[in-house]
């Protein structure tokens, strides 16, 4: 079972990114602020946790969590400033949407940057120990995975409502036949290299 990490006093964030390893699309942070007594057999990291149970934990979060905030981060921004700062960012962005400011951020990973003077933590595969991650990790996937869903609409041929924007045969064989547009991460190593937008 997942931990309820909390300060002695105050309240304690958890954040988390979905979408950092993508071709296309945004990256998408969420902070999420638990209340201490929390708890929910369902959730876990949002990689091992069905997309079926994803939908009814981001109803759940989002009706007793004390705060969370998701944020967006498109891929202009991304090629601007690279994908880790651009990750960072996001979750700065998301912290400063929490009507109340937590006390302590538990991070998941292993990079961050100081957010003003609130002490952080990063923790290694933090979504598959704290509670407060995991549930940000269920929001970034589900407001990501939604979005994702929304611009394959605009450009079907890529099937981002399946893959995501992750880099599969399909997407890259699409990339090859389609070329690129206004949503692929131009800094990343798309195949083949030399593409024209769309």
């Known amino acids: 079972m997942l931990l309820n990490s909390y300060i002695k006093t105050g309240m304690e964030a958890g954040t988390d990114e979905a979408g950092r390893g993508c071709l296309a699309g945004p990256v998408t942070a969420a902070a999420v602020i638990l209340p201490r007594r929390f708890k929910n057999l369902l959730l ?3 990689k091992i946790v069905s997309s079926l149970n994803r939908k009814i934990l981001k109803k759940i979060i989002e009706k007793e969590a004390l705060g969370y905030s998701v944020k967006f ?7 601007e400033i690279n994908i880790l700062n651009a990750s960072i960012l996001a979750m700065h962005h998301c912290i400063d949407d929490l009507e109340t400011p937590p006390s302590h951020i538990l991070v998941d990973g292993n990079r961050f940057k100081p957010y003003t003077s609130i002490p952080h933590l990063c923790v290694i595969k933090g979504d598959g120990k704290y509670m407060n991650i995991a ?3 269920i929001l970034a996937k589900t407001y990501r995975d939604a979005y994702m869903e929304r611009i394959h ?3 079907p041929m890529y099937n ?3 893959n995501k924007g992750y880099g599969t ?3 890259r064989a699409a990339i090859i036949k389609y070329g690129i547009t206004k ?6 190593r798309l195949y083949p290299d030399l593409l024209k937008p769309l």
């Open 135 to 137: 549930a940000a990790s």
């Open 44 to 46: 876990n990291d949002s």
């Open 169 to 171: 045969a399909e997407h």
């Open 183 to 188: 949503y692929h991460r131009l800094s990343f």
């Open 160 to 162: 981002w409502k399946q």
């Open 73 to 79: 981060i498109d891929n202009v921004k991304i090629d």
């Open 153 to 155: 609409l605009e450009f």
